[in-house]
């Protein structure tokens, strides 16, 4: 008879140990610094970096007063606030002799270590302990120093933040105010011939202008986006007649993939209004093509209209502002809307590119009379990319 026991295996030695749970506590106060630097954020790193420290207490201030506190001694706050503006101020670390009354209180040194975001003070990291030693000043300071990269990380996701919502807006406002007039102008032609399909088209452009103007939400679904795109084209159809034929083709499987809040509609829109501006089609044809690619989702959406020149397609991608097309390429659009810039190609580009990494950047494929093709390949699973 054969008998097996299984020990636990020790995790290393204690220098081991240590190191694991070091990192464990970093980890743990994270995600609430890469929030910024405030009062609830503050309030649930604060505890983690307690724990890393191994002091009695520990607070971190900004530039006005204590954020959060955790451990004993909090009658010492307004000691810790003053201490804090001090450090604050300086832009060095402080140390300060606590002078205490209350019975048992451990306290009697608090050491002030800045915390700088872009190479502003913001806040301290106060450390309070029994007694100072130059150890734990050490790691006062470099406990400040990866807090403060934990800050500066929330500071460039609030940046990027501010990039993306910076770029809907410009988009936004790309969405011709002519499309808006002309798109009115159609509805109000069929007031009087047909008042049943005008208030159809009536309620079609709300929807259409309610989502892209809303104000939530990095992200849609593909359903969502190709939705709007629909209605877009219902408006548009109802202006130009049979002039305008529209296919989709779109696989069941990714309407429900997440797509960055208005990345197709300005494709669809460019191909529009640059399909039909000088083309030689008595009607000119828009697809719109979803496939399902294992990890990705790929969308085209084709033209065969006027065409445009490669290599001004190619400076738009790379962040040019070339000068307005001329010719079949580019003349002038249906409704006095001028030149064709290529409406919202490089600002889409761009926004694929910071979501998804450079391998995500359209594929545009044209040349002048042979109509355009844009290809978008986005991931249906990528970090940080929700609804």
């Not at 509805?187 to 049943?196: K, N």
């Not at 779109?250 to 208005?262: D, K, N, Q, R, Y």
């Not at 545009?364 to 093709?373: I, L, N, Q, S, Y």
Request: glycine residues 10%; proline residues 5%; aromatic residues 4%.
């Amino acid at each position: 008879m054969l008998r097996w026991s299984r020990r636990r295996t020790p995790l290393g030695t204690e220098a081991d140990r240590a190191t694991f749970r070091t990192l464990h506590n970093a980890s743990l106060a994270a995600p609430a610094l890469r929030e910024g630097l405030r009062a609830d954020s503050a309030g649930r790193a604060v505890r983690h970096l307690r724990a890393l420290l191994g002091t009695p207490a520990v607070a971190l201030t900004d530039a006005t007063g204590v954020l959060a506190w955790d451990g004993v001694g909090d009658h010492h706050a307004e000691d810790v606030a003053a201490l804090g503006l001090r450090a604050v101020g300086t832009g060095v670390t402080m140390l300060h002799e606590l002078r205490c009354d209350v019975p048992g209180c451990l306290l009697r040194t608090g050491i002030a270590s800045p915390l700088a975001v872009e190479d502003e003070v913001v806040g301290t990291l106060v450390v309070l302990a029994p007694r100072t030693t130059g150890r734990l000043a050490r790691a006062a300071d470099e406990v400040a120093t990866w807090v403060s990269g934990q800050l500066e990380l929330a500071e460039l996701d609030a940046s990027r933040n501010r990039l993306v919502e910076a770029e809907v807006r410009a988009l936004r406002a790309q969405i011709s105010p002519h499309f808006i007039y002309n798109s009115l102008g159609a509805i109000a032609s069929f007031v009087r011939t047909d008042p049943d399909r005008a208030r159809e088209l009536l309620l079609e452009f709300a929807d259409f202008t309610r989502y892209s103007f809303r104000r939530h939400g990095e992200f849609t679904t593909l359903a969502e986006e190709l939705r709007a795109i629909e209605r877009y084209l219902l408006l548009e159809e109802a202006r130009f007649g049979d002039r305008l034929a529209v296919r989709l083709r779109i696989a069941p499987e990714v309407l429900g993939v997440t797509v960055p809040f208005l990345c197709l509609q300005p494709l669809v829109e460019n191909a529009v209004r640059h399909g039909l501006a000088g083309s030689p089609r008595p009607v000119t044809t828009i697809s719109i093509v979803a496939r399902d690619l294992d990890r990705v989702c790929e969308i085209e959406i084709e033209d065969d209209g006027a065409g445009e020149d490669p290599e001004r397609i190619a400076r738009i991608l790379a962040g040019e502002t070339p000068a307005p097309a001329s010719g079949a390429a580019g003349g002038t659009r249906e409704g006095g809307e001028g030149p064709h810039p290529s409406v919202g190609l490089g600002n889409v580009d761009a926004r694929l590119r910071a979501t998804y990494g450079d391998e995500a950047g359209l594929e545009v494929e044209t040349a002048p009379r042979a109509g355009t093709r844009v290809t978008v390949r986005i991931p249906k699973f990528a970090p940080g990319v929700h609804v």
